[in-house]
Every structure is written in C-alpha cells, then in structure tokens.
C-alpha cells in the first residue's frame, strides 16, 4: 500500500505562484499531477518518471514545472503564472506495479 499526501495549496491571485508538494509512503517511478475543476472530468496536468521524463498538459506548459527529489518519494508542481481557470481540486498521483494510488487533495484558488 502507498499513501500519499499534498500539500501547498490556497487562495492566490492570478499571476501567482503557488508550490504544491506530495510525499509518498515509498519511492514510485511515476509521479504526477492531476487536477479536476468544479463540473469537469479529472485531467492529467504533470508527470515525471524515474528517468526524469517529464510531460504536460498544454494549458500549463511555460507555467508550471514538475519536479521529483533523489528519492523518488516526494514530488513538486511549481505553478506559476496562474490564472483564474487553474482553478481546481488538485490531486498526486502515483503509479507502481500496476496499480494507481491518489492523495487526497488540495485546493488552489486563483482569483482575478
């Protein structure tokens, strides 16, 4: 079992920044980021692999980067630049032996 927990959101105003952390109960080889706004689906914002790749969803690319420490077990989203439509419920995700594992959430707030 893994267990993961974020932390590092909250309210900020557009063109903030914010830096959300996750720590994992373990090393993972996949790490990411996802968030879901009020009345949409869940959507994949970062994630990083053990090799260091890492990829975005186009609305945060030049804005936020993802980055892991030497352990693999704690991953940060640095968001910067941040708008009002950043707004959402956002979530770690880990991937390890063909099994998915999600924190709990953290809420970042944007306003105008």
């Known amino acids: 079992q893994v267990q993961l927990v974020e932390s590092g959101g909250g309210l900020v105003q557009a063109g903030g920044s914010l830096r959300l952390t996750c720590a994992a109960s373990r090393s993972i080889d996949s790490m990411g980021w996802y968030r879901q706004a009020p009345g949409k689906t869940r959507e994949l914002v970062a994630r990083i692999i053990s090799g260091g790749d890492k990829n975005y969803v186009d609305s945060v690319k030049g804005r936020f980067t993802i980055s892991r420490d030497i352990a693999g077990s704690t991953v940060y989203l640095q968001m910067n630049s941040l708008k009002p439509e950043d707004t959402a419920v956002y979530y770690c995700?880990?991937?390890?032996?063909?099994?998915?594992?999600w924190g709990q959430g953290t809420q970042v707030t944007v306003s105008s």
């Open positions: 995700n880990g991937f390890l032996g063909g099994r998915s594992y």
